[in-house]
């Protein structure tokens, strides 16, 4: 937009506003002002404390001590207005104290009253005190000292300065010129040149107030300038999370004071990514700008922000936050004109404690948000109960993982794999649980995701390893049966760790055999060619593990795992036992699969065995091992043994 050109009269008047500070102050630097001024008042007050404390110990001295005052009554009396005036230094001081430590955060304005009231009782004392002094001949110095306390007490904008310091000037001298009475009862006044030298004072007072208030308020406007350079998003122009956490909390309160309703809002922009990768990082950064527009518009006057990434705050209080939302859903796409597949999401949340950090708040939309990914046809998504329970859970898990872990709550649970010919005992899995003195038991499927998305797995997994290779250690010393067990791999584990340098410490530290430990990684882990992975596998194997590959046949690509990857022992997903009874094409299927890795030299187990007719099946199918619920549910190693004592499992001699 051109800028229209100033005219000359438009000009002048700018320089008389600038000069004389007839502007309104942005409410930053209004906050800067006041509080110079109640610095000032904490200053000055004090001083005024300790000058009327030393005018009644020099009142003591040389009447008191004297022997002139005859009671306490006289004594008052006499130092009233000492008393009077320290007072209200006294009031203005606390005040100002309390002020400055930061908990006056209302009627912040009322301060200006204290010092004004502050300011007037200087100035009445001064001018009743050297009005009497003047009728006696003496100077007026008093007043001359008041009204410098009371000018660096209040800095105010010039205009003010000038007026207030004129009015006072004007006031006292027209007192006394025209009341003031001599010795010999006939009216005085100032001198001429007392006059010049009266005028004088005040006018440069004035200009001192007044290059004080220019100082202050440079200072306040360079402040500001900083503080919101510290607040501001680069990419978008909008308020950042620091920002918006201030704006926030006071909205928050000031919303249900007055019985509104207010409503978190989080945007997620779904595939921001691909435009990136498509367009550029300056176009995806325009873009983004674009977007902060939009949600601008769509929610005015409400504290809007960036927060990072390709995600947007906002909080309001309109009832109809869900059409907006839609509305802005809308908008991005059309802004994005529909080359890509980019859709905007959001989380909301209304708030139930005012106190709560508007940053936490969020996060909770966040997790509402999040879980509308790859569900297309829903944009948002309200944080409610049974989602705080989730995300309660989640919390626990991700902030009490490395106590759990240093406290031994993480329990190692063995479950049994026998051999499918004679159902002779040849292993078991190790699979983790959580027995928390606080949450209870928890089972993986509530820690193992959570752990896995946090990028936390491996400080499980590291416990589990190490706890199975020491119970087998003690199992070996007291001469206890001891099988194989199979550890379970997350994909992540080979990013977090150095897997084979894991494994091979323990195998050292507990002096432990390379084929009583077996690796097993999930099929859905495998999607991508991870050269990472590969490498360690091949370490592995070289080593002289045994590589088995989980929950064959439940992923998206299993075909594609197997003809990437070199697996020693392919474990059938018990999906396919699910509704197994009478279902010919489960049949059809799980055959295949195990001739499929015979052909490829893989051993196979099947996982969920739970019937007979499975067990039936799977023998004459030809599967190597079976697990499941009808060999025994994972139990401790305590159980293990003792039904290997009753003779329930019986112990195979081979165990490859
Ligand atoms: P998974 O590795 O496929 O483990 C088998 C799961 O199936 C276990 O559940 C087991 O209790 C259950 N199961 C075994 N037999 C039967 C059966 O006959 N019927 C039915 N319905 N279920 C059976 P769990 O212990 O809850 O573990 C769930 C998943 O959590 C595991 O699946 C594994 O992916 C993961 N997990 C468990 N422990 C660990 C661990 O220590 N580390 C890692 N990274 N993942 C683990
Ligand atoms: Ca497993
Ligand atoms: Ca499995």
């Known amino acids: 937009m051109e800028k229209k050109k100033k005219g000359f009269i438009e000009r002048i008047w700018e320089v008389v506003r600038d000069a004389l500070g007839f502007y309104r102050n942005p409410p930053y630097v209004a906050d800067y002002m006041r509080e110079a001024n109640v610095r000032s008042a904490a200053y000055m007050s004090f001083v005024v404390i300790a000058l009327e404390l030393w005018m009644v110990v020099r009142y003591i001295n040389k009447y008191v001590f004297a022997g002139k005052v005859k009671d306490i009554g006289e004594f008052f009396h006499w130092t009233k207005s000492y008393w009077i005036f320290m007072g209200c230094a006294l009031a203005v001081f606390i005040y100002a104290l309390i002020f400055l430590s930061g908990r006056i955060k209302r009627y912040k304005q009322l301060s200006n009253l204290w010092t004004v009231g502050l300011g007037m009782v200087c100035l009445y004392f001064g001018m009743i005190t050297s009005f009497s002094d003047f009728e006696k001949g003496k100077m007026i110095t008093c007043f001359l000292t008041m009204v410098m306390y009371a000018g660096c007490l209040l800095i105010w904008r010039p205009y003010i300065s000038v007026i207030m310091m004129t009015a006072i000037a004007a006031v006292f001298r027209y007192w006394i010129n025209n009341y003031a009475v001599g010795r010999d009862g006939a009216s005085i006044q100032l001198g001429d040149g007392d006059t010049v030298n009266y005028q004088m004072y005040f006018i440069s007072l004035t200009m001192v107030a007044i290059s004080i208030y220019y100082q202050r308020h440079r200072e306040a406007k360079k402040a500001q300038s900083l503080e919101l350079a510290m607040v501001t998003d680069d990419v978008t122009g909008l308020p950042n999370m620091r920002r918006f956490r201030v704006e926030a909390s006071e909205y928050v309160k000031k919303a249900v004071e007055e019985g509104r309703h207010p409503v978190y809002i989080f945007f997620n922009v779904e595939n921001f990514q691909t435009y990136n990768d498509r367009n550029g990082y300056e176009a995806g950064n325009v873009f983004l700008k674009e977007i902060g527009q939009i949600i601008t518009r769509n929610f005015p006057g409400e504290p809007v922000a960036r927060d990072t990434e390709d995600h947007f705050a906002v909080l309001t209080c309109r009832e109809d936050f869900e059409d907006r939302v839609k509305a802005v859903r809308e908008a991005v796409k059309v802004a994005e004109k529909g080359e890509i597949y980019l859709d905007m999401k959001a989380g909301t949340l209304r708030p139930t404690d005012v106190d709560a950090d508007p940053v936490l708040e969020l996060n909770k939309c966040r997790h509402a948000c999040y879980l509308l990914k790859n569900h297309e046809e829903d944009a948002i998504k309200e944080y409610d109960e049974k989602l705080d329970k989730n995300y309660r859970l989640r919390q626990y898990v991700l902030n009490n993982i490395d106590k759990a872990v240093r406290e031994g709550y993480i329990k190692v649970y063995y479950q049994p794999v026998v051999w499918a010919d004679d159902g002779m005992l040849c292993g078991c899995e190790a699979l983790a649980r959580w027995d928390d003195p606080d949450m209870g038991f928890l089972s993986p499927g509530v820690f193992i995701p959570v752990l896995e998305e946090c990028r936390q797995i491996h400080k499980l997994d590291r416990c589990i390893y190490n706890t199975v290779c020491r119970r087998m250690r003690e199992c070996l010393d007291a001469g206890l049966p001891v099988v194989p067990v199979s550890l379970n791999f997350s994909r992540l584990d080979f990013e977090l760790m150095d897997v084979v340098a894991e494994l091979e410490g323990l195998i050292e530290k507990y002096n432990i055999p390379r084929d009583y430990l077996h690796v097993e990684i999930t099929e859905s882990a495998l999607t991508d060619n991870m050269a990472k992975l590969q490498e360690a596998m091949n370490i592995l194997h070289e080593k002289g593990y045994s590589i088995w590959l989980d929950d064959f046949g439940s992923g998206y690509s299993s075909m594609n795992v197997l003809k990437d990857y070199r697996f020693d022992l392919l474990k059938v997903d018990m999906v396919f036992l699910r509704n197994f009874s009478g279902n010919e094409n489960a049949r059809k299927i ?67």
């Open 590 to 656: 799980v055959k295949s699969i195990l001739d499929l890795a015979k052909s490829l030299n893989m051993m196979t187990l099947t996982e969920g065995v739970e019937t007979e007719e499975a067990v039936e099946f799977l023998q004459e199918a030809g599967c190597g091992r079976l697990q499941g619920y009808f060999y025994g549910k994972p139990m401790v190693y305590e159980d293990i043994l003792k039904k290997i004592e009753d003779g329930t499992y019986r112990l195979s001699d081979k165990y490859i």
